[in-house]
């Protein structure tokens, strides 16, 4: 058990940090929704086949279908679809340090369900959350005023609110619920219907010429590693522990989609874009920290 869960931690936290990168060389030549809708589809159709020939395919019922489009349109369409949109004005290393703040919005999600109680630590640590996203933004003043670059910060916003709650209703759970892989694979399909059919809707005239073997490339790498690997492995620790440990794997992954943007992709890093990535992540950690209690053997 313990094995399959660091596996699975490996995967979330290195293979999903290696996914901004992806996106980033992927959206070159690809337009974003149906980078996306195409990725998706493809690993939904490799685990669908695999528990095809294991003789695993399951009936679904009307209401594991409406879990999984809600779970699908949340979790894929929007925040996959806009995180992939939002690359194609930012850049893979500042995507991913937003996407850190998950945490936060998960805290903040269930203290207005009343799940949480708000504390100290907890307003401390939104304080850090904020000051980071300061720090990232006080040069960035000029660049909020073009439109593109406007519209890719506001969508990757609302692409980790729509996973924050995603994630939130995937560890409610349900007794009615699809085994992991077949709720998994249903939902890729479904976000790989609606997202392609999305870009087709905005630009119906889309030349394939154009697409680069860099970034085709770049796609398959994002089915295989991003979605199969990096979604099912996801999905099965939140099976296992809190909603709240998994999404710390933040922390891993803006390490790693900074680091590769800097080494592949040539994106500057800035004293200020490592101060604001300590206190972003120094927030998450003091909202998520929780002190062991000292066992009495009296």
């Given at each position: 058990?313990r094995?399959?869960l660091?596996?699975?931690f490996f995967c979330v936290?290195?293979?999903w940090?290696?996914?901004f990168?992806?996106?980033k060389?992927?959206v070159?030549?690809?337009p974003?929704?149906?980078?996306?809708g195409i990725?998706?589809?493809i690993s939904?159709?490799?685990?669908?086949?695999?528990?095809f020939?294991?003789?695993?395919l399951?009936?679904?019922?009307?209401h594991?279908?409406?879990?999984?489009?809600?779970?699908?349109?949340?979790m894929?369409?929007?925040?996959n679809?806009l995180t992939t949109?939002?690359?194609k004005y930012?850049?893979?290393?500042l995507?991913?340090?937003?996407s850190?703040?998950?945490?936060?919005?998960?805290?903040?999600?269930n203290?207005f369900?009343?799940?949480?109680?708000?504390?100290?630590?907890?307003?401390?640590?939104?304080?850090?959350?904020?000051?980071?996203m300061?720090l990232l933004?006080q040069?960035?003043?000029?660049?909020l005023?073009?439109?593109e670059?406007?519209?890719g910060?506001?969508?990757i916003f609302i692409?980790?609110?729509?996973?924050?709650i995603?994630?939130?209703?995937?560890?409610?759970?349900?007794?009615?619920t699809?085994s992991?892989?077949?709720n998994v694979?249903?939902?890729?399909?479904?976000a790989?219907?609606v997202?392609?059919s999305?870009?087709?809707t905005?630009?119906?005239?889309i030349?394939?010429?154009?697409?680069?073997?860099?970034s085709i490339?770049?796609?398959?790498?994002?089915a295989?590693?991003?979605?199969v690997?990096?979604y099912?492995?996801?999905s099965?620790?939140?099976?296992?522990?809190?909603?709240?440990?998994?999404?710390?794997?933040?922390y891993?992954?803006v390490?790693v989609?900074?680091?590769?943007g800097?080494?592949?992709?040539d994106?500057?890093?800035t004293?200020?874009?490592?101060?604001?990535t300590?206190?972003?992540?120094?927030?998450?950690?003091i909202?998520?920290?929780?002190?062991?209690?000292l066992r009495?053997?009296l």
């Amino acid at each position: 058990m313990r094995t399959k869960l660091y596996l699975a931690f490996f995967c979330v936290a290195f293979f999903w940090g290696t996914t901004f990168l992806g996106i980033k060389i992927g959206v070159e030549t690809i337009p974003p929704f149906i980078l996306a809708g195409i990725r998706n589809f493809i690993s939904g159709f490799i685990i669908i086949t695999y528990l095809f020939y294991q003789k695993k395919l399951e009936k679904i019922s009307i209401h594991q279908f409406a879990r999984a489009f809600l779970l699908s349109m949340l979790m894929i369409v929007l925040a996959n679809g806009l995180t992939t949109y939002a690359e194609k004005y930012i850049s893979s290393g500042l995507a991913s340090l937003i996407s850190t703040l998950n945490p936060l919005f998960v805290l903040l999600i269930n203290l207005f369900l009343g799940y949480e109680k708000l504390s100290f630590k907890t307003i401390l640590g939104i304080f850090f959350g904020m000051l980071g996203m300061f720090l990232l933004y006080q040069s960035r003043i000029e660049e909020l005023l073009v439109p593109e670059y406007r519209f890719g910060i506001l969508a990757i916003f609302i692409a980790i609110i729509s996973w924050s709650i995603g994630t939130i209703i995937t560890k409610k759970g349900s007794t009615k619920t699809l085994s992991m892989l077949m709720n998994v694979s249903l939902q890729m399909i479904i976000a790989g219907v609606v997202l392609t059919s999305i870009q087709f809707t905005l630009t119906p005239n889309i030349t394939y010429e154009t697409w680069s073997t860099r970034s085709i490339l770049a796609m398959i790498y994002l089915a295989l590693f991003g979605s199969v690997v990096g979604y099912v492995a996801f999905s099965y620790l939140l099976s296992q522990i809190s909603s709240t440990k998994v999404t710390v794997l933040s922390y891993a992954n803006v390490v790693v989609a900074l680091f590769l943007g800097w080494l592949l992709l040539d994106e500057i890093i800035t004293l200020r874009i490592i101060l604001a990535t300590l206190f972003i992540i120094s927030g998450v950690f003091i909202v998520n920290y929780k002190r062991k209690k000292l066992r009495s053997d009296l």
